[in-house]
């Protein structure tokens, strides 16, 4: 198993940036795909990005492609989310989650270990 601890998040205005981490513990980091997930009031849970166990490969929503990064490094057992040119909308609960797979998929089902969800609110 693994353990998922978010933190970064914040209140900053449209237009700012914000850097989640999110650090790991238990089995070998490197052996899990990582994304990051957000919920806001009312809404469902939704994907934003994932990054694979090692290569680099990353998917991203397409409501933040282009203003956020996601990355990993594996010899800190942290992923980081970079949130750049942040919106009012990017307001939510993000978490991190873990898929002990192989396929970079933002299915929410396919993640079996989560954190506790760190709040980004984004002020117009």
């Known amino acids: 198993q693994v353990q998922l601890v978010e933190s970064g998040g914040g209140l900053v205005q449209a237009g700012a940036s914000l850097r989640l981490s999110c650090a790991a513990s238990g089995r070998t980091f490197s052996s899990y795909v990582m994304a990051w997930f957000r919920q806001a009031p009312g809404k469902e849970r939704e994907f934003v990005a994932a990054?694979?166990?090692?290569?680099?490969?990353?998917r991203y929503a397409d409501s933040v492609k282009g203003r956020f990064t996601i990355s990993r490094d594996n010899t800190k057992n942290t992923v980081y989310l970079q949130m750049n040119s942040l919106k009012p909308e990017d307001t939510a609960v993000y978490y991190c989650?873990?898929?002990?797979?192989?396929?970079?998929?933002?299915?929410?089902?396919?993640?079996?270990?989560w954190g506790q969800g760190t709040q980004v609110t984004v002020s117009s």
């Open positions: 990054i694979s166990r090692s290569d680099g490969s990353t």
């Open positions: 989650a873990a898929d002990d797979g192989a396929i970079l998929t933002a299915l929410t089902r396919r993640y079996h270990y």
